[in-house]
């Protein structure tokens, strides 16, 4: 089956299973979803969640946040792992935004990715999520599905990014990203499992994989 024909049949899948991804961060507009996917680094949305109410009540703007002394965003996010590097991040973000963009967060992927903290994925979600703009954020769970998916055969995230452009339409692009998170966390156990059972890979994955190998 060729890769085209593959993500159509995937996407339908995918929509069946996930009608309409919710947007797992909770957040109030772009600022605070760039605080939110900061913290989300090497920690659960579940757990980023907990911690953001109380720190959005305390600085929902740029301006608030670069006010705020480090030890107290520290002391709100402390049970995120790496807080201290993140609290550190957060307020170079707020400070440069106050700096360099008047305030706002700036409505541009190349404009995002200079800011402290912010790296490709996390301003394809901003740009995606908060913007609406296409954009395919892609994680490393997202790039070893794709290519147990036979979706992409790409050696790093950037390779997969651009596979999985080409073979999904532009205007499925965030929704598609959302949706293979929700799926990769709902049906891929970390190992030894039935691949037979998966609604996807007991007929997308390459032979070898639909034989055991992970
Ligand atoms: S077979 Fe396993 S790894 Fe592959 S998509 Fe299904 S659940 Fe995930």
Redesign the pocket.
């Known amino acids: 089956m060729k890769r085209a024909e593959k993500a159509k049949k995937i996407g339908e899948i995918l929509d069946r299973l996930y009608p309409q991804p919710d947007i797992p961060l909770g957040h109030r507009d772009p600022f605070t979803l760039l605080m939110a996917v900061v913290l989300s680094a090497q920690t659960t949305d579940a757990q980023v969640n907990r911690v953001t109410p109380a720190l959005f009540r305390r600085a929902s703007t740029p301006a608030a946040l670069a006010r705020m002394p480090e030890h107290e965003v520290l002391k709100l996010i402390r049970s995120c792992g790496l807080a201290p590097s993140k609290a550190r991040r957060l307020k170079q973000m707020a400070q440069a935004i106050v700096d360099q963009y008047d305030g706002q967060v700036p409505r541009d992927i190349d404009e995002l990715e200079k800011l402290p903290g912010v790296g490709h994925k996390s301003a394809s979600v901003v740009m995606s999520q908060a913007f609406g703009e296409p954009a395919f954020p892609v994680d490393t769970h997202i790039h070893?599905?794709a290519a147990?998916?036979g979706l992409s055969n790409g050696k790093d995230v950037r390779k997969t990014e651009a596979d999985l452009k080409k073979v999904f339409p532009r205007d499925e692009w965030g929704k598609r990203h959302l949706q293979i998170i929700y799926?990769?966390r709902e049906?891929?156990?970390a190992r030894n499992?039935?691949?037979a059972?998966?609604?996807?890979?007991?007929w997308a994955?390459r032979r070898r994989?639909?034989a055991g190998a992970?």
Do not use: M, Q, V
């Open positions: 070893r599905l147990r998916w799926f990769g049906y891929c156990p499992h039935d691949k059972e998966c609604p996807i890979c007991s994955a994989l639909r992970t």
